[in-house]
């Protein structure tokens, strides 16, 4: 076999699966369809990440990339302005992170896995994948000179993000429950000079007439920031203009932001992406797992992704060394539905967020501060804590505290 395990994919979740099970002494090959450095969204990461990190013994090749500290997250409607500090969270652990351009710090993790004797092919990308052998995966891949390849292993982890890869050509595919949205998004000289700017905190504001509508600015370390903007599928239709002249007419509609880029350069062209929510019947099967966006991705809001697809390696890394020696492994309990319920946390706040009950709630002027504390951890991403009470039957939480909150 040419590997013990083969991954999909040199995202977040595939380079600290591949350096973990390094660590454990599995042969690892990673198939990665581009070439790094490359873009990716997804540049705001939340501390509960910095656990995986820190587990997967990477903290000091992260922290070596002087990326722009977060400590929390500030918010923006109308005029109004609040903001939660991580140091002030309900649960104990790391209280700040990182805003990372995705290029440096994915090609960072990617050279570490490497580091520990992981192997990776860019510029191969998978194009069939066949399990009906018990005990041997194979993988088919074609590479940038358009050779193809079979590849064969004793077990797969799909870290396609974006791409699906196994999803889709197992026909794992079922609809996301969140209705389809989309983003324009660019990275901007921001030249914010604006005295009570935090750097360190990503900024959401909040259209003032929409309030589906929402931006993103999350500053790096170099001057520069990512912007973007999400809103509803048939929303771009009533806007007029190239997509950067969208982008800064509803950038500039909301007073923050326009006070903060009055002097900003918009220099790099403007991206879209629109119907990213997807789910899977299944996070595993016969020889395979799906690791981060290949399995469930929600939505950008608040910044759930990264966390997600590093707490998705840390779960399924140990899994995977126990199948291979010859362990058996409860994947629906140890796997799926752990790795769910904190999906699930966070769905019920993206939900609170887009029917305006948890915008209600960020900016009440008055809250309680254990309450508040609760819901620090929660945008903190420490949504597997089960001794944090809003984690728990949230829907319910979150109408109780809502009801207790003005209208926006
Ligand atoms: P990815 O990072 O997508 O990596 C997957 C890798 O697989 C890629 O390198 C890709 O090239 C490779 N691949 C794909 N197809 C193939 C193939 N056929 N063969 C081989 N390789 C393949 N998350 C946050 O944490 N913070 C944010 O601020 C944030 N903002 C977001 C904003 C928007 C608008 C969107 C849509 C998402 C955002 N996300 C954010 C989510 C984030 O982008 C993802 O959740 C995260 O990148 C998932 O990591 P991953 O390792 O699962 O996959």
Redesign the pocket.
């Known amino acids: 076999m040419d590997a013990d395990v083969l991954i ?7 380079s600290m699966a591949a350096r973990m099970l390094k660590k454990r002494g599995y042969r690892v090959v990673i ?4 070439l790094f450095p490359r873009f ?6 939340l501390p509960q990440c910095m656990a995986f990190l820190e587990e997967a013994d990477l903290l000091e090749q992260v922290a070596a990339e002087n990326f722009q500290l977060k400590n929390g997250a500030a918010f923006s409607h109308a005029g109004k302005l609040t903001e939660f500090d991580f140091s002030q969270k309900f649960t104990p652990g790391w209280g700040s992170t990182y805003q990372v351009p995705r290029a440096g710090f994915d090609q960072t993790l990617a050279e570490a896995a490497e580091d520990c004797g992981a192997v990776i092919h860019y510029r ?3 194009v069939a994948a066949d399990f009906n052998t018990p005990g041997q995966a194979r993988l088919t891949t074609i590479d940038g000179n358009g050779l193809q390849r079979d590849w064969t292993a004793g077990w797969v982890m799909d ?5 699906r ?1 196994l999803p889709r050509l197992l026909e794992l595919e079922t609809p996301s429950s969140l209705p389809p949205r989309q ?1 324009l ?1 660019t990275h901007i000289e921001d030249r914010i000079t604006v005295p009570d700017y935090d750097r360190n905190k990503i900024l959401i504001a909040i259209h003032p007439q929409f309030h589906e509508v929402w931006y993103w600015l ?1 500053p790096f370390s170099n001057g520069r920031s990512s912007l ?1 903007v999400v809103m509803p599928m048939d929303f771009i239709a009533t806007r007029s203009g190239s997509p950067l002249e969208i982008l800064q007419e509803l950038a500039l509609a909301e007073p923050r932001l326009a006070e903060l880029l009055k002097d900003s350069r918009f220099d790099a062209p403007v991206n879209r ?1 629109g119907g ?1 929510s997807a789910d899977v019947k299944n996070l595993y099967g016969e020889g395979f797992v799906l ?4 399995g469930e ?1 929600l939505d ?1 809001v608040f ?5 997600i ?1 590093l707490k998705s390696a840390s779960l399924a890394v140990p899994l995977v060394d126990k199948h291979l020696r010859g362990v058996p492994v409860d994947w629906q309990a140890d796997y799926e539905q752990t790795l769910r319920n904190g999906i699930n946390v966070f769905r019920a706040y993206v939900d609170a967020w887009y029917d305006g009950r948890f915008q209600r709630i960020i900016f009440a002027e008055r809250q309680l501060t254990q309450i508040k504390s609760m819901i620090c951890s929660i945008l903190a991403g420490f949504v597997w804590d089960e001794t944090n009470p809003m984690t728990q039957r949230c829907s319910k939480k979150i109408d109780a505290v809502a009801d207790s909150c003005p209208p926006l």
């Open positions: 999909i994919g040199a995202g977040p979740a595939g198939l990665e369809k581009e990716s969204i997804g540049e705001s990461l191969h990308s998978i870290a396609s993000g974006f791409g890869v983003a998004f999350i973007g992406i990213y690791l981060g966006n290949a991705f950008p910044s759930s992704g990264v966390t697809a």
